[in-house]
């Protein structure tokens, strides 16, 4: 058919199968509205494509067969944002959100300003990947990603075969005009790419961010056309007479984009948490995923006059809902032995996704908290996820029982070596010190087999000698072929020791001697950590090399001058008084500081002295070992439980209960932005 048309028909023909195939893609895409059947939009493509494969001098950027090039690209080059794409300060709770207000109200003329402060446009916070695209005339000219902020990747092939990015604006637009926006993927879409990976045995995306990130970053457009993302558009970076946020979202529905149907102007703080209640109430069922509100300053000229903070715009931040919860079943209870012995149950669950992993245990802590719980073999629960990404049981659905769940008993022998289970320390405790342990099972045996293998696990992980590449199966290797006991025969193992095992080469047998041969020289605290002494992690060994100063000095002090210790109750004085006055300990400990040497203490200065932290909620800048580090470092002290004794909690991304717990005791609560301040 196209062969016997004239030049003018054809050109006419592919200009108008350009405007229909826009126009439904836009009925489609932007109005929701299905204007004529997929199959039929479809055959309408395929009459342009081949009019245009006839006819290459014929084609134009921003026709709709551009969208899927099938070239695979080489590489992204770099693209330096005009303007920087910057990142949102986060607030978790009403009080933040009000603190917030309060702040850029008292930097704004308030005489100016209606009562109640400025004027807000509330928007959902989509879960995706920001990105910038580029027009110039009205046509696509190039896209790019958020990157640094600064600096992001070209990804202007991959974003042509999103359907609801027009190549052409539907308005025309003189000279350049950037719109940023969200590339996404549906909840359905999503879930029927993860079921189609699963059939061919390949990777199952953790969540719909990183399937719309990494389909984004395809070499092969082909397959990022496969992923079917979407996009919504948020802002526009210039000057086109747009004087609200509120403004530009009408705009850019005018040019041809989505925006949120949720959004809407607010007046006060109260009617942004009605939305915010609202939202959350609705959240499941909307059609994206979504990780809060961003919620801003409608007036522009007001927003620009606030200015920007670090990374962050004064006048926006991000709303985030707090952790998402799960209902599944505990199909099993196991116990686990841990290094010191300590029998701990923990829940099998049914695997559930909760905020984007797939969680199959949730540690139970003890027998007591089974027993509040009121937890069956078989029911029907809660499942979170704290600040701190640890799963846990929050509450038991009782009446969804079906009358065959089973009651739960720890086990009186261990499940690893059959020998008894005592409550209380190892040794045993007076009775008082018992009801202060609180209701904690160990294993009798102190050569039990689990505890051993433990230890030794434990003396190489990263809060204590951090020796890398040394893991839990290596040490299996090693402990079963009888080339080490403790885990101090670790330095004394040779690469001929190494290389005859399996899976090691010389190579890597050189890697692992030298990777232990640098642990030779160990700073106190760290030191005592490894030792595996019941009840002594990071804050208890700070507190006894900050007050004793050496190894020397806490072997031999009594054990009321260890439980003079300001943060030391009884019971881990007794832990730590006990373990350096069993036979096999110090054994082992001459053994060892034979091969290691304990570096002289100092104690730490500076500027946070006197101070304790609580960290909850992930940081965005630092992992929690360096933010602890860089605490300590200057004299200050964390803590792993809000007392009144702390000075400061810094709520991070998803923070826990701890920060409903600094709330309620006046604590003063940080966010990571202050934080860093402080450092």
């Known amino acids: 058919m196209a062969e016997s048309r004239s030049k003018h028909e054809r050109e006419k023909r592919i200009v108008s199968l350009r405007k229909a195939i826009n ?90 300003l209606p009562a109640g402060g400025p004027e807000l446009f509330a928007e959902l916070k989509f879960d995706g990947l920001a990105v910038s695209l580029v027009y110039k005339n009205g046509v696509l000219d190039h896209a790019s990603t958020r990157g640094n902020g600064k600096i992001g990747e070209d990804v202007t092939q991959n974003i042509k075969t999103i359907e609801a990015i027009p190549l052409r604006l539907e308005r025309e637009i003189k000279g350049e005009i950037e719109i940023r926006g969200e590339v996404i993927i549906t909840k359905k879409d999503f879930e029927k790419i993860n079921r189609e990976q699963k059939k061919i045995g390949e990777k199952i995306y953790a969540n719909p961010r990183n399937l719309a990130a990494g389909s984004l970053r395809q070499l092969d457009s082909k397959m990022t056309a496969a992923r079917r993302l979407d996009f919504h558009a948020y802002d526009i970076v210039g000057e086109f007479e747009q004087k609200t946020h509120s403004k530009e979202h ?47 300053v409608n007036d522009n000229a007001t927003f620009e006059r606030l200015g920007v903070a670090g990374k962050a715009p004064r006048g926006a931040v991000a709303f985030k809902f707090s952790a998402k ?18 029998l701990t149950p923990v829940a099998v669950l049914e695997p559930v996704k909760i905020a984007g992993v797939t969680v199959s245990r949730a540690s139970l802590h003890n027998e007591e908290e089974i027993k509040r719980l009121g937890l069956k073999i078989g029911d029907t629960v809660i499942v979170g996820r704290a600040g701190d990404v640890i799963p846990d049981v929050r509450k038991v659905l009782k ?35 018992l009801a202060q342990a609180g209701p904690l099972a160990f294993c009798k045996n102190k050569k039990c087999p689990a505890t051993h293998r433990e230890g030794i696990y434990h003396f190489v992980s990263k809060g204590a000698f951090d020796i890398d590449g040394l893991g839990p199966k290596i040490i299996d290797v090693l402990l079963d072929q009888g080339l080490i006991q403790d885990a101090a025969d670790l330095f004394d193992l040779k690469e001929g020791d190494i290389k005859p095992l399996e899976r090691f080469g010389e190579k890597s047998a050189s890697n692992l001697v030298e990777a232990i ?36 000095n806490i072997q031999k002090a009594s054990l009321e001058k260890i439980n003079d210790i300001a943060n030391i109750g009884d019971v881990v004085a007794r832990s730590v008084y006990d373990w350096f006055r069993e036979d096999y300990n110090r054994r082992y400990l001459e053994k060892l500081l034979r091969r290691v040497t304990i570096e002289k203490y100092h104690q730490p200065t500076g500027k946070l002295k006197g101070k304790t932290f609580v960290l909850t909620g992930s940081l965005e800048t630092l992992s929690r070992d360096e933010a602890k580090s860089r605490i300590r470092k200057l004299g200050g002290k964390t803590s792993e439980s809000v007392s009144k004794e702390v000075d400061y909690v810094v709520a991070g991304i998803e923070p826990g209960s701890k920060l409903n717990r600094a709330e309620k005791l006046g604590i003063k609560i940080i966010n990571e932005r202050e934080f860093l301040k402080m450092l």
């Not at 479809?42 to 070239?71: C, F, M, W, Y």
């Not at 529905?253 to 942004?272: C, L, Q």
């Not at 009358?403 to 007076?430: I, N, S, T, Y």
């Not at 030779?520 to 208890?540: D, N, Q, Y």
């Open 23 to 112: 126009k439904y893609r836009y009925d489609y895409h932007v109005l929701n509205k299905e204007t004529i059947s997929i199959e039929a939009l479809d055959s309408l493509k395929h009459e342009l494509k081949t009019l245009e494969d006839a006819n290459p001098n014929l084609i134009t950027p921003d026709s709709p067969t551009q969208r899927v090039e099938g070239r695979v690209a080489k590489g992204f080059k770099k693209v330096t944002h005009k303007t920087p794409m910057l990142s949102l300060e986060d607030v978790f709770s009403e009080e933040e959100f009000a603190d917030w207000e309060k702040r850029i109200s008292k930097l704004l003329n308030t005489s100016n």
């Open 250 to 296: 009408e705009m850019l529905r005018e040019i041809g984009f989505k925006t949120d149907r949720e959004a809407h102007i607010s007046k006060s703080a109260g009617d942004i948490f009605k939305f915010k209640e609202k939202i959350k109430k609705s959240r499941e069922k909307l059609e994206y995923e979504i990780d809060g509100l961003v919620i801003q």
């Open 325 to 342: 919860e799960a209902t599944t079943k505990v199909k099993d209870i196991l116990v686990q032995v841990g290094r010191t012995g300590k």
């Open 399 to 433: 009446e969804l029982r079906g009358g065959h769940e089973k009651e739960f008993h720890m086990p009186r022998l261990c499940p690893a070596c059959g020998h008894k289970v005592l409550k209380g320390m190892r040794k045993g405790l007076p009775a008082e010190a």
């Open 517 to 552: 041969g640098e642990k030779t020289k160990m700073t106190l605290p760290r030191f005592l950590i490894a030792l595996g002494i019941l009840h002594v992690g990071e804050e208890t060994a700070s507190d006894l090399a900050d007050n004793f100063g050496s190894l020397g």
